[in-house]
């Protein structure tokens, strides 16, 4: 669910879009899929660089090639068989994302046993949903209309604002790895600097400025409160992950998964572990994100009114192998109805800032895990790699 863009240094930059090469972007892609059919699994040689190259400069997204008419993948969406042979549905497992009820966090009599059960599936699954939460169940259904509407408008309104560098903190993109990794996945994705400091407002696409605006006011106060649980269930102070600035850092993820046309042949999100301190992620009730567990795959099934919360890594590693950041990953959508999610990532704002066990978990009986390092120099491994190997749990291992 996690995603930053990467620095400068890291990026591939785009060009002008001109409407005649998109459309001939679009011809050639549909020539192209035709010729591939159903069983062909990106054996046929085709250019990949230039094809990488056409499909940004289109600017189109995948929406954008849906709404062309395209009926089969272009061969940069078809994954290796490795990554296709285990894709299905998880076998239904009821309530093994656990959901738990925050109403009582604010009640001295009862928060013990919420900071409890927010403790136990941190560190036994590393998922949980949250209801009574505080946010309300309008402002929910407002945010995910919204970001389906910006979605949803024509090619050329969208392109405006298509890019891979931030400085406005505002861009739409198709996949935030495509330069890097085996293979595109079918999603698009609107991303919005949420703090420290806000997104130029007037960047913000109009069709859901209000709403972004709003949800920022609410994941911040929410946040605060996870973030004061989660440092509660590791024996510490309420206010110790926001003292390292965990909460300041902000961005929020807006993923749209289009029907896709041969669900069987790519993903939505490839399997992957999230880089920060946790996240906050609004789905609808489409469904798809699956989390492993052991050696099986898991689906977090939308319950209404809740909101998906999971651990990041650098959690895992500041509460020395305590908490879990776990691989999960989005199936591509079969349904005709478009998967909407808006996932609200939480990063330290300060960049040279040490991380590390923290000491009051480490002890000889229960040595750090791992070594100590700035986010700037996590943030520079984490842009080197795909998406699908991003995890650096293994890399600072002590």
Not at 44 to 62: H, I, N, T, W, Y
Not at 133 to 145: I, S
Request: hydrophobic residues 35%.
């Amino acid at each position: 669910m996690s995603f930053l863009l990467p620095p400068v240094s890291f990026l591939t930059p785009t060009t002008t879009t001109t409407t005649p090469l998109t459309l001939a972007y679009i011809d050639r892609t549909r020539n192209r899929s035709r010729a591939m059919g159903v069983t062909d699994s990106g054996g046929q040689a085709f250019d990949r660089a230039q094809e990488l190259k056409q499909f940004e400069e289109s600017k189109l997204g995948v929406k954008g090639l849906l709404d062309s008419g395209l009926a089969s993948l272009p061969p940069l969406f078809i994954h290796p068989p490795e990554t296709l042979s285990n894709l299905r549905p998880a076998r239904p497992r009821p309530g093994s994302i656990p959901t738990i009820d925050l109403s009582g966090c604010c009640d001295s009599a009862r928060r013990p046993a919420v900071v409890g059960e927010v403790a136990r599936a941190a560190r036994e699954l590393g998922f949980l949903q949250v209801v009574n939460h505080g946010v309300p169940a309008e402002v929910l259904d407002r945010t995910v209309a919204a970001v389906k509407a910006f979605h949803e408008q024509p090619a050329e309104a969208k392109a405006r604002i298509y890019r891979r560098q931030s400085d406005t903190g505002v861009s739409f993109f198709s996949n935030v790895d495509l330069f890097l990794s085996k293979a595109a996945s079918w999603r698009d994705t609107l991303q919005v600097r949420l703090g420290p400091k806000l997104a130029d407002v007037e960047e913000i696409p109009e069709v859901c400025r209000n709403e972004v605006l709003e949800w920022n006011q609410q994941v911040e106060r929410l946040g605060s409160i996870l973030l004061g649980l989660l440092s509660e269930g590791l024996g510490l102070s309420p206010g110790k992950l926001q003292e390292l600035t965990c909460l300041d850092m902000r961005m929020m993820v807006g993923h749209y998964y289009p029907y896709c046309p041969q669900p069987d042949l790519t993903v939505g999100l490839t399997s992957h572990a999230d880089p920060g301190v946790i996240t906050v992620l609004l789905q609808d009730q489409v469904g798809g994100l699956q989390v492993k567990h052991g050696d099986e795959w898991v689906d977090v099934t939308p319950v209404p009114g809740a909101l998906v919360v999971n651990i990041g890594d650098i959690l895992q590693i500041m509460s020395n192998d305590k908490y879990k950041s776990v691989d999960h990953r989005v199936l591509a959508n079969p349904n005709r109805e478009p998967r909407v999610s808006i996932a609200t990532l939480y990063n330290p704002s300060n960049s040279e800032n040490e991380f590390r066990p923290f000491p009051e978990l480490v002890s000889s009986d229960k040595p750090a895990a791992f070594q100590q390092f700035t986010f700037s120099e996590y943030k520079r491994r984490f842009f080197t790699k795909e998406l699908g190997g991003k995890s650096l749990i293994n890399y600072f291992r002590a």
